[in-house]
T-cell receptor
Framework: DAGITQSPRHKVTETGTPVTLRCHQT?????MYWYRQDPGHGLRLIHY???????DKGEVSDGYSVSRSKTEDFLLTLESATSSQTSVYFC??????????????FGPGTRLLVL | GDSVTQMEGPVTLSEEAFLTINCTYT??????LFWYVQYPGEGLQLLLK?????DKGSNKGFEATYRKETTSFHLEKGSVQVSDSAVYFC???????????????FGQGTILTVHP
């Protein structure tokens, strides 16, 4: 199994509070991704990183920010949590974007409930 | 933009039945195609993949063939087991190098339940 951990695994918070989720990898992979999973929507990309301090927006980035100060850590921050951000959040890593090597490996997920 | 459409579920089968989960895609160029599986309470795991037309991916008795003429990547298994109960996701990667950064586009997922 790819060495990916997410913390916390479960969190309950209140509307308007900031929340930070952490993804940590031990594989030294260059690419990292944050997804959210909601019923009927599959997985949707929030933000991704293609190197230290190199990040960009995905399809559902509003209300989220990310940071990557070192290869192994990718942080997702909800600046002011809303109930619509209640979801399961998955981190993924990938070694390369070259054809045949772009397989993504997923962490165990963080279940977030915003009251 | 790129998109992936999976057959609507949930799918309920008896053990040893034949499984097909349909997946079609829209993309420019020659994307790589994937099937991921998610067991209850876990993250996604790669099940199989194919990177060019007519390639067949296979793993754990599951198979899928990359059909460019029909833009499809249907998942099949000849005899399902109770342990195959999970959510199955079809996905594509643009495979364009450059600024694609390996981003995946997922279908909505298909819930499979297999009864003894």
């Amino acid at each position: 199994d790819a060495g990916i951990t997410q913390s916390p695994r479960h969190k309950v918070t209140e509307t308007g509070t900031p929340v930070t989720l952490r993804c940590h990898q031990t594989e030294n992979h260059r690419y990292m991704y944050w997804y959210r999973q909601d019923p009927g929507h599959g997985l949707r990309l929030i933000h991704y990183s293609y190197g230290v301090k190199d990040t960009d927006k995905g399809e559902v980035s509003d209300g989220y920010s990310v940071s990557r100060s070192k290869t192994e850590d990718f942080l997702l921050t909800l600046e002011s949590a809303t109930s619509s951000q209640t979801s399961v959040y998955f981190c993924a890593i990938s070694e390369s974007q070259r054809a045949g090597m772009e397989t993504q490996y997923f962490g165990p997920g963080t279940r977030l409930l915003v009251l | 933009g790129d998109s992936v459409t999976q057959m609507e579920g949930p799918v309920t089968l008896s053990e040893e039945a034949f499984l097909t989960i349909n997946c079609t895609y829209t993309a420019t160029g020659y994307p790589s195609l994937f099937w991921y599986v998610q067991y209850p309470g876990e993250g996604l795991q790669l099940l199989l993949k194919a990177t060019k037309a007519d390639d067949k991916g296979s793993n754990k008795g599951f198979e899928a063939t990359y059909r460019k003429e029909t833009t499809s990547f249907h998942l099949e298994k000849g005899s399902v087991q109770v342990s195959d109960s999970a959510v199955y996701f079809c996905a594509l990667s643009p495979n364009a190098g450059g600024t694609s950064y390996g981003k995946l586009t997922f279908g909505q997922g298909t819930i499979l339940t297999v009864h003894p």
